[in-house]
């Protein structure tokens, strides 16, 4: 029979057999490779980290360095906080916008355009569509999507400097006709055959081809001394015209009695010295001339 050895000693266990011999015991651990027990259920092995916690110092995978569970990071340095932007180089999140993106039209980053409000400015000021125009052309090139903001401002600016410019030189237009064809007693020269508009008691000759038909041809341009001016009279008017036309055209004078009449006009009530008195012929029915009366 074999006995166990004492608890604690080395000695190989004894066999009673009769040869005396003994059985070997089973080789010990040595100190320096301990035994591992197994883990009770739920919990890691030492040296293990947990489930879902890093091994301090390797990098995490979302990005940024985590510290080891239950120690604070070094000073200066913060973890990244929960919406953080990513570093160089990396994807935002689904959601987020790196900074400095546009974020849409209200994105104050964007700035509105000087050039499209000053299109808009110069769009609403008299005679000053041409620039409106220009400028709102280049506010157009530097606004949109990806541009600075005042888009609209450019266009109304390009609409209302264009209609202004039209409106502009269609009245500058007006203005040079008017000047140029209407009769004055400055611009009144005999021999000038005119059309006449009366508007509320007031008379105003326009220029007009005497080869085409007219109203009135001006036989004279009288200027009124000052005791003409003191005595004026409508009738005192026409007596000074028929003395003109006898004077300049007496056969005109003569051979028109009846068929046309003298018509004198001056463009002051009460003239002072010095205004002038314009004095046209024109045919009594009232219809008009057609073809030139003066030699």
């Known amino acids: 029979m074999?006995?166990?050895?004492?608890?604690?000693?080395?000695?190989?266990?004894?066999?009673?057999?009769?040869?005396?011999?003994?059985?070997?015991?089973?080789?010990?651990?040595?100190?320096?490779?301990?035994?591992?027990?197994?883990s009770p259920y739920g919990q890691q092995p030492y040296g293990q980290q947990p489930y879902g916690q890093q091994p301090p110092g390797q990098p995490s995978p979302y990005g940024a360095q985590q510290p080891p569970y239950g120690q604070q990071p070094p000073y200066g340095e913060q973890p990244p906080a929960y919406g953080?932007?990513?570093?160089?180089?990396?994807?935002?999140?689904?959601?987020?916008?790196?900074?400095?993106?546009?974020?849409?039209?209200?994105?104050?980053?964007?700035?509105?355009?000087?050039?499209?409000?000053?299109s808009f400015v110069l769009a609403l000021t008299c005679c000053l569509g041409i620039p409106a125009i220009i400028c709102g052309i280049i506010g157009i090139r530097k606004t949109g999507p990806n541009g600075q903001k005042g888009r609209w401002m450019a266009v109304t600016g390009i609409v209302l400097g264009a209609l202004g410019t039209l409106i502009a030189g269609g009245v500058i237009a007006s203005g040079v006709?008017?000047?140029?064809?209407?009769?004055?007693?400055?611009?009144?020269?005999?021999?000038?055959?005119?059309n006449i508009d009366e508007e509320d008691d007031e008379v105003l000759l326009w220029k007009k081809d005497c080869s085409d038909g007219h109203d009135a041809e001006i036989f004279g341009v009288h200027t009124l001394s000052a005791d003409e001016a003191a005595s004026y009279t409508t009738a005192s008017g026409g007596t000074i015209c028929a003395r003109l036309l006898s004077e300049d055209q007496p056969e005109l004078y003569e051979s028109g009695a009846g068929e046309y009449r003298l018509v004198h006009l001056t463009y002051e009530t009460d003239p002072d010295e010095g205004d002038k008195l314009v004095c046209y012929i024109e045919r009594a029915d009232g219809d008009q001339l057609q073809e030139k009366l003066l030699d």
């Open 177 to 194: 006709w008017v000047f140029n064809n209407s009769v004055s007693e400055d611009s009144a020269k005999a021999g000038m055959c005119v």
């Open 2 to 38: 074999t006995l166990p050895p004492y608890p604690g000693s080395n000695e190989p266990e004894k066999d009673d057999n009769e040869g005396g011999e003994t059985t070997p015991t089973p080789e010990q651990p040595s100190p320096e490779q301990p035994t591992r027990q197994p």
């Open 84 to 118: 953080q932007q990513p570093g160089y180089g990396q994807q935002p999140a689904y959601g987020q916008q790196p900074y400095g993106a546009w974020q849409g039209g209200n994105d104050p980053n964007r700035g509105t355009s000087g050039v499209a409000i000053a």
